[in-house]
């Protein structure tokens, strides 16, 4: 099977622009979750989608949204960019949520 | 809510020698412990889990051991090679969603030539 998949891979932007990431899980698995990686704070969860629902949320602003497709796929979207924003989001997917997640390679995002 | 240390955050060694890598957890619900290896460029990758009704897992030269009642687990890497170089994540959680697998803050492993 094909892994997770991200894009784009990376991104640079400015301070108030926004910002859609994209993922494609696993085929087969429902659930997708959101994560943001930096050096300072570490793996930080999201969200999570299933079956296109949120069915969590993570302690972040409301500038961080997402959405998920019929057909599991999902986006993330980040609007009114802050520098603090820059970080390697990860994508992970799972069959249905309560299980072992598998990561993609992550979409580098850099504000400027 | 669940609390995960892992340490230490850097390890240096010997290429053949052993590494270990340690966490504790506070939430005695946590059930599920993955461990995860990032190399430079990736995601992180699972390469071992154990669940709480489990002492200890083998896979090749990969090893976690649990201890439920001290809440810890650990990582054991035998006949370490150049390329298990990269950052190591424990996790917990009490497998009922996504939301609640906590991570830690990872381990910078180096094997030495």
């Known amino acids: 099977k094909a892994g997770v998949t991200q894009t784009p891979r990376y991104l640079i932007k400015t301070r108030g622009q926004q910002v859609t990431l994209s993922c494609s899980p696993i085929s087969g698995h429902r659930s997708v979750s959101w994560y943001q990686q930096t050096p300072g704070q570490g793996l930080q969860f999201l969200f999570e989608?299933?079956?296109?629902?949120?069915?969590n949320k993570g302690n972040f602003p409301g500038r961080f949204s997402g959405r998920q497709f019929s057909n599991s796929r999902s986006e993330m979207n980040v609007s009114t960019l802050e520098l603090g924003d820059s970080a390697l989001y990860l994508c992970a997917s799972s069959p249905s949520g309560e299980d072992t997640q598998y990561f993609g390679p992550g979409t580098r995002l850099t504000v400027l | 809510g669940e609390n995960v240390e892992q340490h230490p955050s850097t390890l240096s060694v010997q290429e053949g020698d052993s590494a270990v890598i340690k966490c504790t957890y506070s939430d005695s619900a946590s059930n599920y412990f993955p461990w995860y290896k990032q190399e430079l460029g990736k995601g992180p990758q699972l390469i071992i889990d154990?669940?709480?009704?489990?002492g200890e897992k083998k896979d090749q030269r990969i090893a976690v051991t649990l201890n439920k009642t001290a809440k810890h687990f650990s990582l054991h890497i035998t006949e370490t090679q150049p390329e298990d170089s990269a950052v190591y994540f424990c996790?917990?959680?009490?497998?009922?969603?996504?939301?609640?697998?906590?991570f830690g803050s990872g381990t910078r492993l180096s094997i030495r030539p």
């Open positions: 989608y299933f079956s296109e629902t949120q069915r």
């Open positions: 154990i669940r709480s009704n489990v």
């Open positions: 996790a917990a959680s009490d497998y009922s969603s996504a939301s609640k697998i906590i």
